[in-house]
């Protein structure tokens, strides 16, 4: 070790603060240019929807959310012909029945390739994603933690297949456009 050379100090540029906010304001802007190269590019490889068609994600998104309309429905059919009551409270069959109405127009909507009903299935996968997130923090079991990630990970494949079918289904144009 005493016989090696001392180390010579590394010698740097005297540093331009004005070239520096140039150069860091250029980078962004080339960052931001490079970036919308490749968004431009995705857009240019979307092929539209044709009249009728439907992308697989929406349909399996239809076809969850017609389910779960029935199973709310029948729930609300059931609470209203039997009194039946959840934890010791009566139901309000108003706000379920309310709730089944607003899967079932987005069910529907889904299975027409509705743009507004792909966005709130959407907002619903957020809903549930961030709610089984959260409930990993309150699983007491080895088995609800499992479960709770396995289902967290399905709706958040769910959600990316999700993003790429909108675009192909896009935004109708806004009146007086």
């Known amino acids: 070790m005493a016989d090696q050379a001392p180390r010579q100090p ?54 969850l959310s017609a389910v779960v309309a029935l199973i709310l429905w029948g729930s609300c059919l059931y609470a209203l012909v039997t009194g039946a009551d959840a934890g010791g409270r009566s139901v309000n069959v108003f706000q379920w029945g309310f709730f089944a109405l607003v899967i079932s127009a987005m069910a529907w909507g889904m299975w027409k390739a509705k743009y507004w009903a ?44 999700m993003v790429k079918a909108m675009a192909r289904i896009q935004m109708p144009e806004r009146p007086g456009s």
């Open 10 to 63: 590394v010698r740097r540029k005297a540093r331009d603060p004005e070239r520096d906010r140039r150069t860091g304001a250029d980078a962004m802007k080339a960052g931001y240019a490079k970036s919308e190269v490749k968004n431009q590019a995705v857009r240019d490889e979307l092929q539209p929807l044709t009249e009728g068609e439907r992308p697989l994600v929406v349909t399996v998104g239809a076809i």
């Open 118 to 161: 792909v966005l709130g299935f959407q907002m619903l996968l957020v809903l549930l994603i961030m709610a089984g997130v959260l409930g990993l923090v309150t699983a007491p079991t080895l088995l609800q933690i499992v479960s709770t990630l396995i289902l967290t990970a399905g709706l958040s494949v769910l959600f990316w297949f």
